[in-house]
C-alpha cells in the first residue's frame, strides 16, 4: 500500500529521520544565534563581508543585517532599525515561516507551506527589498537613516 505522499509524486521521509533532521537544523540556528548573540559590533567585530560593499562601496538590501539580528537577540529593536530596517521587519517574519517549514517537514513530511503563500505580497515585498537597495545610496542626508550604522 502506498502512502499520500508517495501518491502525490513525492517520496515521504521516515519519521525518525524527519526528527533527526529538524533537530540538526534547530541546533544550527541555535549555533548561529549564539555566534551572532556574541559578537560584539560596536568593538568592531565582523559577521560576513558584503561583497558588493567590498567592491563597489554600494550598501545592498542586506548590509547591516547581521548587525539587525545581533540587536534583535539583544532586545535592542531601536538598534535593529538602525543597522537595517527591512532586516529589523523582515527576520521576524522570516523566522516563523522557516519554523513553519520544520513543522510541516516534521509532520507531513514535505512542505505545505510555501504552496499557501499568496504570491503578490511576496512580489511587493521583493520590489521594497530591491528600491531599499537603490534608496539607502542615494547621497541624499534625507536617507542617511537607512544606512547601516
Not at 68 to 83: E, K, S
Amino acid at each position: 500500500m502506498r502512502s499520500k505522499a508517495s501518491e502525490a509524486g513525492t517520496p515521504s521521509v521516515a519519521l525518525p529521520l524527519r526528527i533527526a533532521l529538524c533537530l540538526a537544523a534547530l541546533l544550527l540556528f541555535a549555533g548561529l544565534c549564539v555566534l551572532l548573540y556574541s559578537i560584539d559590533f560596536s568593538a568592531g567585530g565582523r559577521f560576513l563581508p558584503c561583497l558588493l560593499f567590498f567592491l563597489t562601496g554600494l550598501y545592498c538590501p542586506g548590509c547591516g543585517s547581521a548587525r539587525a539580528a545581533n540587536r534583535l537577540l539583544h532586545l535592542d529593536f531601536t538598534g535593529a532599525l538602525t543597522a537595517n530596517p527591512m532586516a529589523a521587519l523582515l527576520l521576524p517574519l522570516i523566522l516563523l515561516y522557516l519554523l513553519a517549514l520544520l513543522y510541516s517537514f516534521l509532520r507531513h513530511g514535505r512542505d505545505r507551506v510555501t504552496p499557501l503563500l499568496p504570491q503578490k505580497p511576496l512580489w511587493f515585498v521583493f520590489g521594497l527589498l530591491l528600491l531599499f537597495g537603490v534608496v539607502r545610496n542615494l547621497p541624499l542626508p534625507l536617507f542617511d537613516l537607512l544606512r547601516p550604522h
